[in-house]
């Protein structure tokens, strides 16, 4: 048997108390182990006085590099590791997964099975539930990354690929949208994609009850991908589609039940109000009814189902406007 390729582990961070077990899991997965680990700190330089826990990495701390970016966000953190790697295949970690104890071995099988046309292959994520209740919203959000496609929580790329495509485009600010706009340029350079066997533990991070809220702005980095990749990015990047279009609908009745309200147009006021009733209920429901049902579960998707029509509206106009000249990577307009 050929032995399998080198590889660079790379994991950016901002600091947050999971990235001590993502590095003790993979300190575990001992079979074929990384021939670095660089761990990009990507907290701003005000709060990045305090030192990462890097020894939680255990037999593999003497492995470990780590580079400082000062917040520019996981493209720019991503890009600032890949771009220091020497080994053939660079895979990225995100700091809240843990990789199961016989990851190497699959990931050695993954790489040493790719034909020289494979440019990257994702790894398997499994997100563990609560056993003995029903997911919240956050939890089914979650749960929704195993079925996400080239999800960088765990994909391993050929370093001639990222190079050739020059990494990651740092105009997507978040960890959204980066990678699906990734692998569709690795696709378009010839590259294929492809799964992998190896499995990596994806925990539902804690979370506020109005997480969801800061989420929208997730419509922004659609309205980019939309002008990059043209209208069928969501197909070809295997996304599924989201609620846009019915938050435009709620949204827009709302503001039509306020505008005849003013102009003393009381009939249509109410019709326009009853159907925004009607969108909001709806949507808080569809996020209700596959949940726990608890107190505190409803009256924060309630509250929430209220404020997010408007926001992502708000998020997706703004990037309509920002991005309206926006050209793939590498070329200008």
Wanted: net charge positive.
């Amino acid at each position: 048997m050929s032995p399998a390729p080198a590889y660079t582990v790379v994991v950016p961070t901002i600091g947050r108390p999971c990235l001590v077990e993502c590095l003790r899991a993979l300190a575990r997965a001992e079979d074929h182990p990384p021939h670095e680990v660089v761990v990009v700190d990507d907290r701003p330089a005000t709060a990045s006085d305090d030192a990462l826990p890097l020894t939680a990495a255990g037999q593999l701390l003497d492995r470990v590099r780590t580079l400082h970016t000062g917040g520019r966000g996981p493209a720019a953190a991503r890009n600032a590791g890949w771009r220091t790697v020497e080994t053939p295949w660079t895979v990225f970690l995100d700091d809240d997964v843990q990789v199961l104890p016989d990851w190497s071995r699959r990931l050695a099988e993954d790489l040493r099975e790719a034909g020289g046309d494979v440019g990257g292959i994702q790894g398997r994520l499994r997100v563990p539930l609560p056993p003995d209740r029903r997911p919240t919203d956050w939890e089914r959000s979650t749960k929704g990354l195993e079925n996400a496609a080239w999800a960088t929580a765990d994909m391993a790329y050929r370093t001639e690929a990222l190079t050739r495509v020059g990494g990651f485009d740092e105009r997507f600010p978040r960890a959204f949208r980066e990678d699906a706009d990734l692998a569709l340029r690795v696709e378009r350079a010839g590259w294929v994609l492809r799964r992998g066997t190896r499995v990596t533990r994806h925990p539902v991070r804690p979370a506020h009850w109005w997480a969801s809220l800061p989420a929208q702005r997730g419509n922004a980095d659609d309205v980019l991908m939309g002008r990059l990749h043209g209208r069928d990015w969501w197909s070809r990047a295997r996304a599924p589609r989201g609620r846009l279009p019915r938050h435009l609908a709620v949204t827009g009745a709302a503001l039509a039940a306020a505008a005849c309200a003013l102009a003393g147009r009381r009939r249509t006021a109410t019709a326009c109000a009853a159907l925004w009733t009607l969108g909001t209920a709806e949507f808080a429901l569809a996020r209700i009814l596959p949940g726990p049902r608890t107190a505190r579960e409803i009256a924060g998707m309630l509250g929430t189902s209220v404020l997010i029509p408007p926001l992502a509206v708000r998020h997706w106009l703004c990037a309509v406007v920002r991005h309206r000249n926006a050209a793939p990577l590498g070329e200008s307009r």
